[in-house]
């Protein structure tokens, strides 16, 4: 597996040291930030991370969270071609159909999110962080 999409939750794991998911998460951003995987974020979710980083830790702090993640992962676009094609997918929830139909376009193997359930018949696979870590270290 060279080429992953993030989901939001993986990252707000990691960046909020949420206890009980930070571990597998954590894995999944060191398998990328060290080059054994290609990281991508939707650019949609990189606009969601910025707004919960300065709701709870100031514009500053957002700007420079935002700084390092970019330095970390790229970014998959959105676009009208990504979003009609989102429409068209069975996903249950709309922005998951967003984030998978970003992945597929780009050129991602897998999305790694907490979150498989909300993904259901998107076009490329879905790992949950625990299960992609192995993966991503061969």
């Known amino acids: 597996m060279k080429r992953v999409l993030v989901d939001v939750n993986v990252v707000l794991d990691v960046l909020l040291d949420r206890t009980a998911h930070v571990a597998g998460s954590s894995a999944v951003w060191e398998a990328i930030e060290t080059g054994m995987a290609e990281g991508l974020l939707a ?3 990189v606009t969601t991370i910025h ?3 300065r709701k709870e830790q100031g514009a500053a702090k957002a ?6 993640i970019l330095g970390v992962f790229r970014v998959a676009k959105v676009d009208g071609i990504v979003i009609q094609d989102a429409l068209q997918l069975p996903c249950p929830d709309f922005e998951d159909a967003v984030t998978a139909s970003a992945a597929a376009f780009a050129g991602c193997e897998a999305v790694i999110t907490r979150d498989p359930k909300g993904f259901r018949g998107s076009p490329v696979r879905i790992l949950t962080p ?3 870590v192995p993966l ?3």
């Open 51 to 53: 707004y919960l980083i």
């Open 43 to 45: 650019a949609h979710a």
């Open 136 to 138: 991503l270290r061969n």
């Open 63 to 68: 700007r420079r969270t935002m700084g390092a």
């Open 130 to 132: 625990e299960l992609a």
